[in-house]
């Protein structure tokens, strides 16, 4: 009886003892970034940018200067925070993405990603252990549950709709899918890659599915669509790339929206004129990207002060505006002052995950022209098993269409 | 140089025919290099752009000094041993033939997959490690290249004649040997610059940035500037073919005449 | 010229032979420095392909791999690569054998040295600006294209299209060719001029000492330097994948997509068991070609 007292009285003064250690601790101990799971806990945006400032630099991976205007986030970011970044294959893969955190060395491990769901699938789920450092932004409650991990492992950071790019030479213009079988269009019609291994050619099938009758479960009219378009000679098998459009090997493609700004600016270089339009016979949404904090990151506070910008939701200025002067505030000061990432995917022509928020609270600012959805039309998005259902079919037929 | 008309029309037209075969599409994509689109003329814009790119001078230097080591990793591996082969190893050539031919056969995905999961930390590290494969790469035709100038000299009198007068292997080989096969060396060294220079699938497979690599990215914002760099580091390296081609006389031509 | 045996003599005119460990040592040592640099940076990493080809995602033994590496579209793919690499080879072959006959048997010193100068560049060309430079040219608004069409000839007349398996043949060839002519010329080279003065004072024609000597002595060359094309074409990687969108089903793209594509994500280890595949076709091609060099190398010495 006597020994239980003791016990018990032991037991109580190791728990005061190590309650009033922990809480002594963290003002005594650095902030480990690593671990740090939200603003709250990295002490404020104020220690936030200034250990990431610290830092110095930011590594990236296969993001394209002009997919969803990345360039001018990495621009903004670099000039305000002071902070190198680093792309490591812009033009690479998802895929490429994951097999990095894999096999690369410490030193080239990227801090953050920029990956599609399917390949998101492939690193999560029963039994396999988390790759990502859990962080919750500021604005987690405007994600959509369905597009975000409930611990905070990924999030979805903006999505696109497969629009239909053409040369202002082509005449008639098209204005949906289904007009590409026009004799007119001979040798014209190209697609951006190989469906069975870009995500965004593969959606482009889809959309023809969709414009052709089938369906998120049905992507076989798609198919069938280009074994017609390759039968009557309107598709060619060429790269549908940036170059390969100024040499005029096609002059009609499929590509995501967020993709005009900057595919119309390079053409113009090319002296020619490049338009987009969203087909009126499908409005095909894809799945968001995902964005997720690598648990293997070199650099933990820039990452994380990366993922705040992202899912900023500021009007702010621009990279071309920020002065000298900006660059001498404090942290959050200079946060709130420059353009949230999520505007900034607008410029870009995407649509921000946090749309549906920024559309009540009105912080949204307005899109490129042209890229405008079609009054009434209906916005398909096949979900990520709906997605490798499709695959298996492009991947078995793609290749002997 | 005056040879009868029936003798040299064969290789008039060959060459005639070759050379168009070769320089249409160069010259298609240099031609298309210099157009000025927004000016509607043809120029020297877009190469103007792209040397004005701050990055231009970095990613020079970083894929020169690759093919600079590729290139003297492939020629102080492979001239001795193919002198060695050559005078010694007979018996070892099929061998040889096979493993330096291997590299050709594969595909490079293949080679690049492999080169990521298997080798160590500190290779990975150091970007030199593409030099190393570079040279894998360009084996094949380097061995050969070497193997058919060293085939072509007499080997077995002038090694021994050096060795008789006092050198050891290493003198034989530096300064007699490769001095008279000047020709195959530079053929073979030029091989390799343009392999390493062009070389695309490893480098970005080993999350490396070169000049290709760059080349690549520019093409997103501005794809005449890309275009202009791709025909800039094909055609320079012609035009330094045919500089070197032009002053450096084949110093074989004085042996092989003999031999006639 | 050579004369293997004296170089089994030392000055002293002794046998360098020694004993047989001695000369198997000599052997070793020499090509030591080959084989180590070769073992390191090629060997090891085919060898860790060949490894993780029979390992699931988990790391567990399976053939599944290769079971789904036999069936479609890689069985196609396959199809499509070696009759690639065999149209390839011979549609370059024949072209390569005849230049670099001529410039060997007429060119000068200087010639011949350039010609294989320019070769060795042209043979590494291929990727994205290959295929940029042949779409400048041949595409339907490329230049040669119209240089053509005001000769009266269009191109474009039939179904033709670069982007096709007859596209990437042409393509290919751009530096196919000089692949053949790297390879073939030492064989050239070999059929001495003695011979050929030989026969004529025999009383020969050119056509008989071609047909009775000549061309049986070229032939074996011809055909390893026509296997090693195969091989070359049937593994090229890069310009294929700049080409086409997927739409010519060829292995290297197939592996080049599960490695580093976007759309299939979890099968790195198929794109292993494809290039096994894909080595022991190319092995396959090498066996005969390794067999005629040995042979053939008899007469170049």
């Known amino acids: 009886m006597r020994a239980k007292r003791l016990v018990a009285l032991a037991v109580a003064a190791v728990s005061v003892v190590s309650m009033s250690v922990a809480v002594a601790a963290p003002s005594s101990a650095a902030t480990n970034f690593c671990t740090v799971t939200d603003l709250k806990t990295a002490g404020g945006m104020d220690a936030l940018v200034a250990a990431a400032k610290k830092e110095g630099t930011l590594n990236v991976i296969t993001l394209p200067r002009d997919w969803a205007n990345y360039g001018e986030a990495m621009d903004l970011f670099t000039k305000a925070f002071g902070i190198k970044i680093v792309d490591d294959n812009p033009d690479g893969s998802s895929a490429y993405e994951l097999q990095t955190i894999a096999t690369a060395p410490a030193a080239k491990q990227p801090d953050v990603v920029d990956i599609g769901v399917s390949a998101l699938n492939t690193v999560t789920g029963a039994g396999r252990p988390s790759i990502f450092a859990p962080y919750k932004v500021s604005t987690w409650n405007h994600i959509p549950n369905v597009w975000k991990d409930p611990a905070g492992a990924w999030y979805g950071d903006y999505s696109g709709i497969i629009a239909l790019s053409y040369d202002s030479t082509v005449s008639p213009a098209p204005t949906k899918i289904s007009d590409l079988t026009n004799p007119a269009y001979k040798g014209m019609v190209a697609l951006g890659g190989d469906p069975t291994a870009a995500q965004m050619s593969f959606l482009s099938v889809f959309a023809a599915a969709i414009a052709k009758g089938g369906s998120v479960t049905n992507i076989q009219p798609g198919l069938d669509f280009f074994k017609t378009l390759k039968s009557n000679g309107n598709f060619v098998a060429v790269n549908g790339n940036g170059e390969n459009y100024a040499a005029g090997a096609y002059k009609i493609s499929l590509s995501w929206n967020f993709n005009a700004p900057g595919a119309i600016a390079s053409a113009k270089k090319a002296g020619k004129t490049l338009k987009f339009v969203i087909p009126t016979d499908a409005v095909l949404q894809g799945t968001p990207y995902i964005q997720a904090i690598n648990k293997k990151a070199p650099h933990c506070a820039a990452a994380r002060l990366w993922e705040e910008f992202l899912y900023s939701e500021n009007k702010g200025i621009t990279s071309a505006k920020v002065t000298a002067a900006d660059k001498k505030l404090s942290g959050s000061k200079l946060f709130a002052k420059i353009m949230g990432g999520q505007n900034i995917f607008v410029s870009g022509g995407a649509t921000p995950i946090n749309a549906p928020a920024m559309i009540k609270a009105k912080s949204i600012i307005d899109g490129p022209e042209g890229l405008n959805i079609p009054k009434g039309a209906k916005i398909v998005q096949p979900n990520p098993d709906q997605q490798d259902a499709a695959k298996k079919l492009v991947v078995a037929q793609w290749p002997t269409l | ?260 | 010229m050579n004369q293997p045996e004296i170089s089994t003599l030392d000055r002293k005119g002794a046998s360098k032979r020694g004993t047989l460990s001695g000369q198997s040592l000599g052997l070793i040592l020499g090509v030591l420095p080959l084989v180590a640099f070769m073992g390191v940076f090629f060997f090891w990493p085919l060898w860790s392909v060949l490894w993780s080809s029979f390992e699931d995602n988990f790391g567990a033994f399976t053939l599944k791999n290769f079971e789904v590496a036999l069936g479609e579209p890689y069985r196609t793919a396959f199809s499509n690569s070696i009759t690639l690499g065999l149209i390839s080879a011979i549609t370059s072959a024949i072209p390569g054998a005849i230049i670099a006959y001529i410039i060997e048997s007429r060119g000068s010193q200087k010639l011949r040295q350039f010609i294989a100068s320019i070769s060795s560049v042209l043979s590494t060309t291929g990727g994205v600006p290959l295929a940029f430079m042949f779409i400048a040219a041949y595409g339907a608004e490329g230049s040669a294209t119209a240089l053509l069409r005001a000769f009266g000839i269009n191109i474009y007349a039939g179904s033709f299209t670069l982007y096709s398996l007859a596209g990437v043949i042409f393509v290919y060839s751009y530096f196919m060719v000089p692949t053949m002519v790297i390879v073939f010329s030492p064989a050239v080279h070999g059929i001495r001029r003695e011979w050929q003065e030989a026969a004529k004072n025999l009383g020969a024609t050119t056509a008989q000492f071609w047909r009775r000597v000549g061309i049986p002595l070229l032939f074996p060359s011809f055909i390893s330097s026509l296997l090693l094309l195969f091989a070359a074409a049937f593994s090229a990687y890069a310009t294929a994948r700049a080409m086409t969108s997927g739409s010519v089903a060829l292995v290297p793209l197939m592996i080049g997509n599960l490695v580093d594509g976007n759309v299939i994500n979890d099968q790195m280890n198929l794109g292993k068991a494809l290039a096994m595949g894909m080595v022991i076709v190319s092995l396959v091609a090498m066996i005969p070609y390794l067999l005629i060099q040995r042979r053939a190398s008899r007469w170049q010495q």
Request: hydrophobic share 55%; proline share 5%.
């Open chain 2, 1 to 260: 140089m005056v040879f009868s008309k029936l003798k040299s029309l064969p290789l008039f037209l060959t060459l005639l025919i070759a050379g168009l075969f070769v320089l249409l599409p160069l010259g298609s994509s240099a031609e298309f290099s210099l157009r000025q689109p927004t000016k509607q003329n043809h120029g020297f814009d877009n190469y103007v752009w792209f040397i004005s790119q701050p990055e231009f001078g970095h990613y020079m230097g970083v894929s020169f000094s690759l093919a600079a080591v590729s290139a003297l990793i492939l020629l102080v591996l492979l001239v001795p041993t193919v002198v060695w082969l050559n005078l010694k190893g007979q018996k070892l050539r099929p061998f040889v033939d096979f493993i330096t031919l291997m590299p050709l056969v594969i595909p490079v995905v293949a080679l690049a997959i492999g080169a990521q999961n298997s080798l160590p930390e500190f290779a990975q590290t150091n970007q030199f490690i593409l030099s190393f494969l570079y040279a894998v790469l360009a084996m094949p035709y380097a061995y050969r290249t070497l193997d058919t100038g060293l085939k072509a000299i007499p080997l077995q009198t002038i090694s021994e004649a050096a060795r008789g007068l006092g050198a050891n292997w290493f003198r034989t080989i530096v300064r007699v040997i490769t001095p008279i096969i000047r020709g195959t060396v530079l053929s073979a060294l030029f091989m390799t610059l343009a392999l390493s220079f062009g070389e695309y699938t490893i480098t970005s497979l080993l999350h490396w940035d070169t000049f290709t690599t760059w080349v690549t990215v520019i093409s997103q914002a501005n794809v005449m500037g890309a275009i202009a760099l791709s025909v800039f580091s094909l055609v320079a390296i012609f035009i330094f073919l045919l500089l070197v081609g032009l002053f450096i006389k084949p110093a074989a031509s004085q042996v092989a005449k003999e031999e006639e």
